[in-house]
């Protein structure tokens, strides 16, 4: 995939959708590259359950609980971006491996994706302007990583706005 335009489209895709979530390792920024990379795409889930709102993933219209269909896709990524600094410098694990491999970034990459939406403050914010500064966050690192010049980034990040 490693695809400037593919990347914020997804993105866009899940804002418009409000498939897009903060904290949330299924449903955030990368998470919902993931997913994409993946053929899936976040829906509502209807037990709510530890994984929020975002729980279900959906592919040919068809919906699956990531813990009962044994669907191997989500977040196994972010146990390698969260805890690599604290355990081990070589991430190991072949599930998360596999999954950042998938989105066609490198784990430095999607480390940096990572940091961007989820270290955006939210202190005296709508939820909306809150998801946005993470969203343009995201779109500069994006920028950064496949060499997108200042105009095409301007013009990415317009693709944001809500009717």
Not at 32 to 38: G, P
Not at 76 to 103: A, R, S, V
């Amino acid at each position: 995939m490693r695809d400037f335009n593919h990347s914020v489209n997804v993105l866009v895709r899940a804002y418009m959708n409000d498939t897009l979530e903060h904290n949330n390792c299924y449903a955030c920024a990368v998470g919902n590259l993931v997913a994409d990379a993946y053929g899936y795409t976040y829906t509502d889930a209807v037990d709510g359950g530890c994984r929020k709102k975002k729980a279900l993933l959906q592919n040919n219209g068809r919906y699956f609980d990531r813990d009962k269909s044994g669907i191997n896709v989500g977040a196994d990524w972010y146990n390698l971006i969260d805890f690599i600094d604290f355990i081990d410098p070589n991430p190991q694990d072949p599930k998360g491996l596999k999954e950042i491999e998938k989105t066609g970034y490198s784990f430095e990459e999607v480390k940096a994706i990572e940091n961007a939406f989820e270290s955006v403050s939210e202190y005296n914010k709508s939820e909306d302007q809150y998801m946005l500064d993470g969203l343009m966050a995201v779109v500069d690192v994006l920028a950064d990583i496949h060499g997108i010049d200042i105009t095409a980034k301007e013009e990415a990040k317009k693709l944001f706005v809500k009717a």
